[in-house]
């Protein structure tokens, strides 16, 4: 997996509500009212308990309710207790919505506070993993406030990857995506978990759609290139190129995508075409030098390959060929040996190039010669 980013934490101001409590006929809220304020909550909510048992459609009840629960469970540090509160506080928010009171505001907050404390779980992560189970359970939390939103889905992912658990990231990123979600790396970090879990034709499915909507993205464009491989749907990666390039001859992209896929397949002078084309189009583009340079390698095995054949098809059955087929294989022998020699020969000048601009970005050297 790719490294995270950081969330960064929200900081929530103070919303102050205008207004003034008022005064209700039911002495359990007015007590309940004196009890927040006094920061004694579970005796609040015992009163107001008593006053909706009372009354179940007191709007006012349940709407303190939900702001005594939000309150308390501001302190509580346990992720289970705490989030457990927070269902409880949209429950009466919900109730108190449908008898008629506008709890926007107070919804607002809840969420910006979820989102606060998700941010700070998720910093904390860095020195503690287990902060990142904190993390996915704040995020959790905000999207049940606000299910509509996609970003505290895609906040709860990343929680859940660096939590180490890979398999429950994929729900959350999955609700992101269907909710339109606007950043190319949720599709990039999704098609990933597909493909970690024998998932490639999802992953394909997904990335055709980012490409559409990311079209100069390359990791998405990588991304789809690999999934196309994993999932074996290489004809339809060809065709899906070589549609890219007759639309667009100077995309280097398409040029590198499409020529390493011909290297893949083994069709080594189409792959030297593309990717020769990718450097001529961007002289510091290191992996297309490298497969550059693969390819004239693995073409001048194909020639070694090829030769050897011959060579013991003479070996085996020279006392039955005539003088000329003889001489024929002979000579196309000697022509696929030059010929091998050149290729070898021209493998040299990108896979040089290709070693000196990894070596320029300090990178790792492995598998450059």
């Given at each position: 997996?790719?490294?995270?980013?950081?969330?960064?934490?929200?900081?929530v101001?103070?919303?102050?509500l205008?207004?003034?409590?008022?005064?209700?006929s039911d002495?359990?809220?007015?007590?309940?009212?004196l009890?927040?304020?006094?920061?004694?909550?579970?005796r609040?909510?015992?009163?107001l308990e008593?006053?909706?048992?009372?009354?179940?459609?007191?709007?006012?009840?349940?709407?303190?309710?939900?702001?005594?629960?939000?309150?308390?469970?501001a302190?509580?540090?346990?992720?289970?207790?705490?989030?457990?509160?927070v269902?409880?506080?949209?429950?009466?928010?919900?109730?108190?919505?449908?008898?008629?009171?506008?709890?926007?505001?107070e919804?607002?907050?809840?969420?910006?506070?979820?989102?606060d404390?998700?941010?700070?779980?998720f910093?904390?992560?860095?020195?503690?993993?287990e902060?990142y189970?904190?993390?996915?359970?704040?995020?959790?939390n905000a999207t049940?406030?606000?299910?509509?939103?996609?970003?505290?889905?895609?906040?709860?992912?990343?929680?859940?990857?660096n939590?180490?658990d890979l398999?429950?990231?994929?729900?959350?990123?999955?609700?992101?995506?269907?909710?339109g979600?606007k950043?190319?790396?949720?599709?990039v970090?999704?098609?990933?978990l597909?493909?970690?879990s024998?998932?490639?034709?999802?992953?394909?499915?997904?990335l055709e759609?980012?490409?559409?909507?990311?079209p100069?993205?390359?990791?998405?464009?990588?991304?789809?290139?690999n999934?196309?491989q994993a999932?074996?749907?290489?004809?339809?990666?060809?065709?899906?190129?070589?549609e890219?390039?007759?639309?667009?001859?100077?995309?280097?992209?398409?040029?590198?995508?499409?020529?390493?896929?011909?290297?893949?397949?083994e069709?080594?002078?189409?792959?030297?075409?593309?990717l020769?084309r990718?450097?001529?189009l961007?002289?510091?583009?290191?992996?297309?030098?490298?497969?550059?340079?693969a390819?004239?390698?693995n073409q001048?095995?194909?020639?070694?390959?090829?030769?050897?054949?011959?060579?013991?098809e003479?070996?085996?059955?020279?006392?039955?060929?005539?003088?000329a087929?003889i001489s024929?294989?002979?000579?196309r022998?000697?022509?696929?040996?030059?010929t091998r020699r050149a290729?070898f020969?021209e493998?040299?000048?990108?896979?040089?190039?290709?070693?000196?601009?990894t070596e320029?970005?300090?990178?790792?050297?492995?598998?450059?010669?």
């Open positions: 997996m790719k490294r995270m980013p950081f969330v960064l934490a929200l900081l101001g103070v919303m102050m205008a207004g003034a409590d008022g005064c209700s002495p359990n809220v007015e007590g309940a009212k009890d927040l304020r006094n920061k004694d909550y579970d609040a909510l015992e009163n008593t006053a909706i048992a009372s009354n179940p459609d007191n709007a006012e009840a349940h709407k303190l309710k939900g702001d005594v629960l939000q309150e308390k469970a302190i509580v540090t346990d992720i289970a207790e705490h989030s457990s509160m269902d409880e506080m949209i429950m009466a928010y919900g109730r108190a919505t449908e008898l008629g009171l506008d709890v926007s505001r919804m607002a907050l809840a969420y910006y506070k979820e989102f404390l998700g941010g700070k779980a910093n904390r992560g860095r020195d503690n993993k902060a189970v904190d993390a996915a359970g704040f995020f959790r049940k406030i606000y299910p509509d939103s996609s970003g505290p889905y895609v906040n709860m992912a990343y929680s859940l990857i939590s180490g398999t429950e990231a994929v729900a959350p990123f999955e609700k992101a995506v269907e909710m979600d950043d190319a790396q949720t599709y970090f999704l098609a990933d597909y493909n970690q024998d998932r490639s034709n999802d992953a394909v499915v997904l759609k980012a490409a559409a909507m990311f100069d993205n390359t990791d998405i464009q990588a991304q789809l290139l999934a196309f999932s074996g749907q290489i004809d339809r990666a060809m065709a899906k190129y070589e890219q390039i007759a639309s667009d001859p100077e995309n280097k992209l398409y040029r590198y995508n499409y020529g390493s896929l011909l290297l893949q397949a069709d080594f002078g189409k792959a030297i075409e593309n020769t990718a450097v001529e961007d002289p510091e583009y290191g992996n297309a030098f490298y497969n550059l340079g390819a004239y390698v001048a095995v194909e020639f070694s390959e090829e030769i050897n054949a011959l060579d013991d003479l070996r085996s059955n020279r006392e039955n060929m005539s003088a087929d024929a294989k002979e000579t022998m000697e022509e696929l040996a030059e290729s020969a493998a040299i000048g990108p896979l040089e190039r290709a070693k000196e601009l320029a970005k300090g990178e790792d050297l492995t598998g450059i010669c």
